[in-house]
């Protein structure tokens, strides 16, 4: 598959993705909260087709597009957030936890910022061994008010560490706009010189920017040039989570973002540059299908019995020395 088909379909799998488990969730089937990245499906694809099998992703709770990017099967990451047994972690940790270390997915963050810091570590051990991977770090707008955030990107620069920093600018973090809060126009750019960074901001709807600056990206990280720190400018089309219907946003700036939906936009640009229509046909019932197969055999899984209570959990054995 060529490089536009590929991107094409990997946004649409995290778009059809996502609506489904949205329909779960009113089914009643998805458990806890879930946070869907409908409408910033360009950022997720863009980073996942360009980065090397070995790399790793770390990211938020809005994390299942990120997920998928890196090649999870779908059936697996479905399951868990159904929390079945079948599930990415058996069905215990759900949807802001997705995690597949196999995959190099470096797990879904749910406290603002934690993240930031893990993957320096992650990208001091690629230095240390010298074995060319590069750590790619997703985040929001709201993640750069927070200390972690100033703390890793002026580490990453001093030991010039193999990290990328993505920051997804949606304009919002939970309900408050970004501009409410920050003293800049450009929450990740416009703080770049601090750590003596170039300011580097990408269309976060269109696939093939977004890829662009990753490629280059990764390759300044891996030649040893250090870090990058990246703002993607995209939209959520939806609340910040299920329980949010996003009351809070003016409903011009919605149609306007709705009208740069990623998805459609992309194929528009396919057939534009002569791909057939049919063939875009094909690439989506496949997706149909592919979602279709995954909801059917999360469904079927089972819910984890009482013997995974005890497994996989860590204790330090504190009990017997702490009191
Ligand atoms: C340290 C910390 N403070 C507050 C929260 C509550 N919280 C969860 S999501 C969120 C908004 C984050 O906004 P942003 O970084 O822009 O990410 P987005 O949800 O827009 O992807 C907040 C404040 C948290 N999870 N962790
Ligand atoms: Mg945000």
């Not at 490089?3 to 995290?14: C, D, H, I, T, V």
């Not at 720190?229 to 009351?247: C, I, K, N, Q, W």
Request: aromatic fraction near 8%; hydrophobic fraction near 45%.
């Amino acid at each position: 598959m060529d490089a536009g088909r590929r991107l094409y379909r990997m946004q649409l799998e995290m778009r059809l993705f996502e609506k489904r488990a949205y329909d779960l969730f009113l089914r009643g089937l998805v458990k806890g909260t879930s946070h869907l990245s409908i409408g910033q499906e360009a950022i997720a694809a863009g980073f996942g087709a360009a980065m090397r099998p070995d790399d790793w992703t770390f990211a938020t709770y809005r994390g299942h597009a990120h997920t998928l990017a890196r090649g999870v099967p779908m059936a697996a990451v479905m399951a868990e957030l159904l929390g079945r047994v079948d599930g990415l972690m058996a069905g215990k940790g759900g949807s802001m936890h997705l995690t597949s270390v196999e995959h190099g997915v470096m797990g879904s963050y749910a406290i603002i910022g934690a993240h930031l810091p893990i993957a320096l570590g992650a990208a001091w051990s690629a230095q240390y061994r010298d074995s060319g991977q590069v750590a790619v770090c997703f985040f929001g707008d709201g993640t750069t008010n927070i200390g972690a955030f100033h703390e890793a990107l002026n580490l990453a620069a001093v030991w010039k560490l193999p990290v990328v920093f993505v920051c997804e600018n949606n304009l919002y973090m939970e309900y408050t706009p970004i501009a409410e809060v920050t003293a800049v126009p450009r929450p990740a750019a416009d703080r770049a010189a601090a750590y003596g960074l170039e300011p580097l901001t990408v269309d976060g709807n269109d696939a093939d920017a977004v890829h662009e600056v990753a490629v280059t990206a990764l390759a300044r990280a891996r030649a040893g040039e250090g870090p990058s720190l990246v703002e993607a400018l995209t939209y959520r089309h939806g609340g910040h989570s299920r329980a949010d219907p996003a009351a809070y946003r003016p409903a011009a700036e919605v149609e306007e973002w709705l009208a740069r939906d990623p998805v459609p936009a992309y194929r528009a640009r396919l057939l534009a540059a002569g791909v057939p229509e049919a063939d875009l046909e094909e690439i989506e019932a496949g997706v149909r299908q592919a979602v279709d197969e995954a909801t059917e055999r999360a469904e079927r899984s089972a819910v984890p019995g009482e013997d995974l209570l005890l497994t996989e959990l860590w204790a330090d054995g504190g009990v017997s020395w702490r009191n």
